[in-house]
Every structure is written in structure tokens, then in C-alpha cells.
């Protein structure tokens, strides 16, 4: 007979366990902490038109439109670093606490700010 590898009970009571993990999307998200970094969110009437946000960005996530004065920004490129909303002098972007951003399509316009 061969020896029982020490692995097997831990593996055996684990299965007798209440998984850690959210059951997600059976059972809706665990509410988020505090200071979240989740998707940002975008201000256009504060914003001036400055584009500081779109030079700090690391990911390229955001254009600056010169000639309108604002700026777009694209989600799915998004590092959710908030380094844009730290040089924001208007405090125009802020990280919400949404982070379901599952799609396809990455282009949808849901990924899309402006
Ligand atoms: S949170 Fe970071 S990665 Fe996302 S848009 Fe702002 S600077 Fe760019
Ligand atoms: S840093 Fe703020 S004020 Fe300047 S372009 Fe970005 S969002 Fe607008």
C-alpha cells in the first residue's frame, strides 16, 4: 500500500468548506472599501481644458482634445492609478466605485468618456 501524501487531508476538509470567493454573478459584489480606485469618472463642466491629466497619464488612457478643451478617456486602457485625478487642479476625475467593466466590444461607449 502506498503512503498517503500529507496534502490529501487539508484538500478532503476543504471540501466540507464554504468557498472564500464571492459567488459572483449568482450573489451581487461585496460592497468595496474605502478610497476604491474603481472606474474613474469624468467632470466636463469643472474641467479646464488644462491637460495636465492626459501628460501624467502612464497608460495613455487619455486624449486631449486641443481644440475643444477637454479631454477622452478610454476605460479599457484605464491602470486605475489615479495619478490623473491628483494633478486635476479643478478636481474634475475622480475613481468611482464601480469596477464591472466586462464587455466584447471595447470600443462600446460605455468605455468612453469625454
Ligand atoms: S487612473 Fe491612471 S491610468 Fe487611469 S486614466 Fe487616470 S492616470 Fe490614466
Ligand atoms: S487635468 Fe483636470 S482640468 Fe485639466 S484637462 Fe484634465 S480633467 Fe480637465
Not at 5 to 18: E, R
Not at 24 to 40: A, C, E, L, W
Not at 71 to 90: D, H, L, N, Y
Request: with cysteine; charged share 25%; proline share 10%.
Amino acid at each position: 500500500m502506498g503512503v498517503i501524501p500529507p496534502i490529501l487531508g487539508p484538500c478532503l476538509k476543504q471540501l466540507f468548506k464554504k468557498p472564500f470567493t464571492n459567488l459572483f454573478p449568482d450573489v451581487p459584489p461585496i460592497p468595496t472599501p474605502g478610497n476604491y480606485r474603481g472606474i474613474i469618472s469624468y467632470d466636463r463642466d469643472k474641467c479646464a481644458g488644462c491637460g495636465l491629466c492626459a501628460m501624467v497619464c502612464p497608460s495613455g488612457a487619455i486624449d486631449f482634445v486641443k481644440e475643444e478643451r477637454r479631454i477622452r478617456i478610454w476605460i479599457v486602457k484605464c491602470a486605475f492609478c489615479a495619478q490623473c485625478t491628483s494633478a486635476c487642479p479643478k478636481d474634475a476625475l475622480f475613481m468611482t466605485e464601480e469596477f464591472l467593466s466586462a464587455d466584447y466590444d471595447k470600443h462600446t461607449k460605455e468605455f468612453i468618456l469625454e
